[in-house]
């Protein structure tokens, strides 16, 4: 049996004294992650005989190398994965040696599998990143740096491998890490520490490697060991999401879940952060018997001195230091899901213990992993990057992720297939007004729109040009303001004339035109005002977009549902007649297409209704959804 494999012979202290690191490995196919953690723990800390036997018979069924043991299969545990060769889900892996125990992960090297990816790096303080010396840098290499710097993940090892196959060239070695260094600069990494590794080999893995002398670094083991992270939860505010309300009977009401993030003893001062209601600890129960000190990563029940509401879902915290609790905030996010993500689709959020339902709003843009640089966007396709507005129904609370990542991580459920569709980190809250205990001055979209008495919404009338929303818009505005409401009327021919007098009509001007009453609209709607656009707006996603800005029930997409041909006829502007005499060009119905709405909030059919019978239904529409959503 080779030494490599053999139990080591030094005296290991008990696995609960030692430091602990969790690292991941990832990098593109093929670089040879799985070979190099399978080689780190066979050195490390040996293998059994029975586990010896089973690598044997693995690697003489499955192997890829001519060696007698093939490291890669200690980890490529399912069947899929030994019959392509390449790592499909995160194997996850525990070894120790005398000075550090360690949690790694093996994540998946092909873009199809870059969610899992990113699942493995949620919960690691340091990435191994593996590079192929003849290959370089390629993409999957450059998406998963950026991935990792976007969750968080501060120090990283560029395990430059396969160097005996470029005959540990010392000038290879220093081109790829230079590269690196150079695209890596912007990604806010606070370490990187670059290794030649044959992890075939052993070189340079668990010891110095004779076969390099120009290499005057550590071993890659001999880093792991020593590395300081510098990622301790215990200095962080105190977090503790509620899980369970714990009623055995009448006489104990506890509060189960784990610290997140702090430590907390019997008699601290804390505070519900959603409702602001203070108490302090009682006791602190564990299944040891009572704790007086509880810190990260304990899983306890509380009981407080003060009967105050707390429900799955809360969070206790630090009066003094208190997270965000608000409804608006952006976020970053993986797309995991093969359906693109779209403004104005619905999931389920799952903060914490917390899960509640979340409209996806503006995607402001995706990250290109090449380039680092973020390009506008109209929707996330399958591993993309981007940075999003996200609303949620009730109030969450979170930390920005850059500050505690226990708190400032989230997924995205699709609430059809419940599969998650993203994982994605909290940015900053866009409401900060809605952030009640730290801005309680600050004047809200809600206290606007009380002193005005009325329930702010946007009435957005779409139809082809000549159907008769502009008419219909003003008799509505004008009923409204008889009736007491405050409103602000958008006609889309007036704001061609100013605020959109740069835009053309052609398909991209069309949604830049539309986009932007999107966002006038929105303002108007925060300043407490009842918003009337009267808008072709021809293209179903720019609606879609526009009505992502709202909270769900404030945007009301009314279809002024007229036939073309009694259009030609109103002809109100003469614009049919232009058209045909070829004055006008990229007219809406005739030389561009209209797409009617796929779910209107109300249909008029304008051959049938007069206009002020039309405008009646509005009002009427408009009466009875804020007498439904102030209920």
């Given at each position: 049996m080779p030494d490599a494999l053999a139990p080591p012979a030094n005296d290991a202290l008990p696995l609960q004294s030692r430091s602990e690191l969790r690292f991941l490995t990832c990098g593109s196919v093929d670089d040879g992650k799985s070979t190099l953690i399978g080689r780190l723990i066979a050195d490390a800390s040996g293998l059994l005989d029975d586990q010896v036997a089973s690598l044997k018979d693995d690697s003489r069924r499955f192997g890829t190398t001519d060696d007698e043991f093939d490291f890669a299969l200690l980890l490529d545990g399912l069947e899929a994965e030994r019959e392509q060769g390449i790592t499909i889900d995160v194997a996850y892996r525990f070894f120790a040696t005398p000075r550090r125990a360690f949690v790694v992960a093996d994540t998946p090297g092909h873009r199809q599998y870059t969610r899992n990816m990113a699942t493995g790096a949620s919960n690691a303080e340091l990435a191994v990143l593996l590079v192929d010396a003849r290959k370089g840098l390629v993409e999957q290499t450059r998406r998963h740096a950026a991935i990792v710097s976007l969750l968080g993940i501060r120090h990283v090892v560029l395990a430059v491998n396969k160097i005996d196959l470029v005959d540990f060239s010392e000038a290879r070695f220093r081109e790829i890490a230079a590269a690196f260094a150079s695209f890596a600069a912007p990604l806010a990494f606070h370490s990187v520490v670059a290794i030649p590794v044959s992890a075939r080999l052993g070189d340079n893995v668990a010891a110095r490697s004779a076969r390099m002398p120009w290499y005057v670094g550590p071993a890659l083991l001999a880093h792991l060991e020593t590395v300081e992270t510098g990622l301790d939860a215990e200095e962080a505010p105190l977090r503790f999401p509620v899980q369970w309300v714990n009623r055995p009977d009448g006489d104990f009401r506890g509060f189960t879940g784990t610290v997140a993030s702090g430590r907390l003893a019997v008699g601290d001062r804390i505070v519900v952060a959603a409702s602001g209601k203070p108490s302090s600890v009682a006791r602190i129960v564990s299944f040891d018997g009572d704790l007086p000190v509880a810190v990260a990563g304990r899983s306890v029940t509380l009981t407080l001195a003060d009967e105050i509401d707390v429900i799955r879902g809360d969070v206790l915290t630090d009066p003094r230091r208190r997270p965000t609790v608000t409804r608006r905030f952006s976020a970053d996010l993986v797309w995991m899901d093969e359906t693109a993500a779209l403004p104005g689709k619905r999931f389920l959020l799952k903060i914490g213990t917390s899960t509640v339902p979340v409209t996806l709003g503006r995607i402001a843009d995706t990250l290109d992993v090449e380039s680092l640089r973020r390009a506008p966007a109209g929707e996330l396709a399958l591993n993309a990057i981007g940075r999003v507005e996200l609303e949620t129904a009730q109030l969450v609370t979170f930390d920005p992720y850059a500050e505690n990542r226990q708190t400032g991580a989230f997924i995205l459920i699709d609430r059809a297939t419940l599969r998650t569709a993203a994982a994605g980190m909290v940015v900053e809250?866009?409401?900060?007004?809605?952030?009640?205990?730290?801005?309680?001055?600050?004047?809200?979209?809600?206290?606007?729109?009380?002193?005005?008495?009325?329930?702010?919404?946007?009435?957005?009338?779409?139809?082809?040009?000549?159907?008769?929303?502009?008419?219909?818009?003003?008799?509505?505005?004008?009923?409204?303001?008889?009736?007491?409401?405050?409103?602000?009327?958008?006609?889309?021919?007036?704001?061609?004339?100013?605020?959109?007098?740069?835009?053309?009509?052609?398909?991209?001007?069309?949604?830049?035109?539309?986009?932007?009453?999107?966002?006038?609209?929105?303002?108007?709607?925060?300043?407490?005002?009842?918003?009337?656009?009267?808008?072709?707006?021809?293209?179903?996603?720019?609606?879609?977009?526009?009505?992502?800005?709202?909270?769900?029930?404030?945007?009301?997409?009314?279809?002024?549902?007229?036939?073309?041909?009694?259009?030609?006829?109103?002809?109100?502007?003469?614009?049919?007649?232009?058209?045909?005499?070829?004055?006008?060009?990229?007219?809406?119905?005739?030389?561009?297409?209209?797409?009617?709405?796929?779910?209107?909030?109300?249909?008029?059919?304008?051959?049938?209704?007069?206009?002020?019978?039309?405008?009646?239904?509005?009002?009427?529409?408009?009466?009875?959804?804020?007498?439904?959503?102030?209920?």
């Open positions: 809250s866009l409401d900060a007004a809605s952030d009640v205990h730290r801005h309680a001055e600050t004047v809200t979209p809600a206290l606007r729109a009380e002193i005005k008495a009325q329930l702010p919404l946007v009435v957005w009338l779409t139809g082809l040009p000549g159907s008769g929303k502009s008419t219909i818009a003003n008799i509505v505005e004008r009923k409204l303001v008889a009736l007491g409401r405050q409103t602000m009327l958008l006609d889309g021919d007036n704001l061609r004339q100013g605020l959109n007098a740069d835009l053309g009509f052609d398909e991209a001007s069309r949604s830049e035109n539309v986009r932007r009453v999107g966002e006038v609209a929105k303002l108007m709607a925060d300043a407490g005002l009842i918003a009337i656009v009267a808008l072709v707006s021809p293209f179903q996603a720019d609606r879609t977009r526009a009505a992502a800005l709202l909270p769900e029930g404030r945007f009301l997409e009314i279809f002024v549902d007229t036939p073309l041909d009694v259009c030609r006829q109103r002809d109100p502007k003469g614009l049919y007649a232009k058209a045909e005499s070829g004055k006008v060009v990229n007219l809406t119905g005739r030389d561009q297409p209209y797409e009617p709405p796929e779910d209107p909030t109300l249909v008029l059919q304008t051959a049938e209704l007069s206009p002020e019978e039309a405008a009646d239904r509005i009002v009427e529409l408009v009466l009875e959804r804020i007498g439904a959503v102030r209920s």
